[in-house]
């Protein structure tokens, strides 16, 4: 664990914050050497591959700034343990970069330790290093996750075949419904739909049991953060493929159904909506018709991946759905 | 590479940027995938560790938020293989996460990832992979470096013993002063001298080669960013040991000397201010006497790890200096 340089100010002192909580998230891995250095030494793994991949996540863009903080903390290690799922990886540990504001309260990181902490125990996982520093702006946050696959085993956005069936784990569109549940858009909708959407948002359930188990199975494989339409998109283009989704076989959990058919919200925004941290993936017929058999989690085939390019998305009489637009797409610059 | 889900606006579409940016910055590494995915894949090389470092940046705090976009990105691959120096680690490649403020120029972008890519170019790195999201914030980056050591012989902080030299690289304090300098607060000094302390602020010097020759000699090592005094205390702390410094012999610039010759700056700023990215490293009697007698880079002897506990400078006459300050500690929140 690493601490920059910067004006001090007030009455916590970093350092002995970070040996006091973050120092026992290691959970004695000899890798992360204590968080007494500022790296971590993790031996090779003759015969596999590591998988590294990074997310970040600012307040009032990718969560509430008033979301409780150990569920900030759970969501930030929960959307990179998705990342490695699609990549059919083991997660090995983390690493933490962590911009604070400067008015942030002894209270409130104990409760972001306390969260990243009970979730690094629940996946077995241990905090391998990190940096804190100081931010004037928003609470800024991005993690470094690693796992890993058997070498050449890993699975890749590119890879899915014209012929394939393309599947998806658990329920779609939950998450984009949850945000506007969280921000208390839906108050038409009972409480208990309230609060199951709301979770969907902040307390993601990566697919990590799933994603090691579609190795060899999957052609092509990647979790669904932008979006159901946009993520097969970037996995149809680098893949040279188009894919045709039965829009019917969506699977939507009973929350979502109810606001659906209130109008709430509509079949476009679900399948455009961010944040579910479901799998997607393309397989050839029958590869993984076992694994959906078992039903854990729920795998739904809902199309088929064609020839050519693009995403359509069609109705039970095959017609065409226009969608009024192609998932989130965040960073757009001024000319 | 992976974007996360926000509002669109503007006019840039960052995949379109990612694409042409970025993508060329894995320098045709096949562990990056192009960043066609939101994972890297790295093979196991048997018989070394993996070292993994991160650091975090944000404008106005690391840097100065008019800082060239090209020199940013450089220090920001520059002070993490700097960490990886200090391990005796050789660099393998980085991992960035950057929240961009929404008003980010497509010029701007194209600088910092020219700078990025030049650095990187000069180490023989690849980008492996990366996050960008967009921040109503100042510019906050993070980078995840890794290296490689024969296993075992990476170097920490902790390893130090009584009777050890204690050595630094280069020369103290021109970083503190180079802030200074970059925000002219140096009227006094000569253009030239300025001009050199600000660019010591701006571009570390990574002791990308000296690390690796370390193994083997040293005992304990780390890299100075936070001040040497403070650094030089960590190291101590977790080595179980003292040190005495011995003030005549820290290595100062010329423009550094006439700074302080000038009353422009106190010893004792020069000794606790952060950002020189030397290295410092605690080796038993004689062991880098060759290294330090071929002098690339220059290597000073500037005391003695001692038994005990805690860092005291002393002047010649062997009395002890007061410092008005232990280094940087920069996060601190309210009670």
């Known amino acids: 664990m690493d601490q920059d340089n910067g004006p001090a100010a007030g009455a916590v002192d970093e350092f002995s914050l970070i040996a006091d909580l973050f120092a026992p998230l290691t959970r004695g891995d000899p890798a992360a050497r204590g968080l007494c250095d500022d790296a971590a030494f993790l031996p090779a793994r003759p015969g596999w591959d590591t998988v590294l991949t990074v997310d970040a996540m600012v307040a009032g863009v990718h969560f509430l700034a008033d979301d409780p903080p150990d569920l900030i903390a759970r969501k930030l290690l929960r959307v990179n343990l998705s990342d490695l799922a699609a990549k059919g990886a083991a997660p090995v540990g983390a690493l933490l970069a962590a911009a604070f504001p400067r008015d942030v309260t002894p209270d409130w990181l104990r409760a972001f330790a306390a969260g990243l902490g009970r979730d690094l125990a629940a996946f077995d996982l241990p905090l391998l290093g990190g940096d804190t520093v100081a931010t ?40 984009a ?64 493929v188009g ?43 029958g590869a993984v018709a076992a694994l959906a058999a078992a039903g854990d ?18 109705d039970q009489q095959g017609v065409t759905l226009p969608l009024t637009r192609g998932g989130w797409r965040h960073f757009r610059a001024a000319p």
């Not at 989704?245 to 109008?263: I, K």
């Open 297 to 314: 989690p729920p795998l739904t085939r809902i199309g088929t991946i064609v020839a050519g390019a693009g995403v359509s998305v069609v």
């Open 243 to 285: 894919a045709r989704v039965e829009a019917a076989r969506v699977p939507l959990s009973p929350p979502a159904r109810r606001a659906l058919a209130g109008g709430m919200v509509t079949l476009a925004d679900l399948l455009c909506g961010g944040d579910d941290y479901e799998l997607l993936f393309a397989a050839p017929a």
């Open 136 to 175: 004037p702006g928003p609470l800024t946050l991005s993690l470094t996750a690693l796992g890993r696959v058997p070498a050449g085993q890993g699975l890749e956005r590119r890879g899915a075949r014209p012929g394939d069936e393309l599947w998806v784990s658990g329920s779609i569109g939950d998450g």
């Open 177 to 240: 419904l949850g945000l506007r549940a969280a921000r208390g858009q839906l108050p038409a909708l009972a409480a208990a739909d309230v609060a199951f959407l709301a979770d969907r948002y902040r307390l993601p359930q990566p697919r990590v049991a799933l994603g090691p188990l579609l190795r060899g199975r999957a052609g092509a494989a990647m979790d669904i953060s932008d979006g159901l339409v946009q993520d097969l998109g970037h996995l149809c283009r680098v893949s040279g």
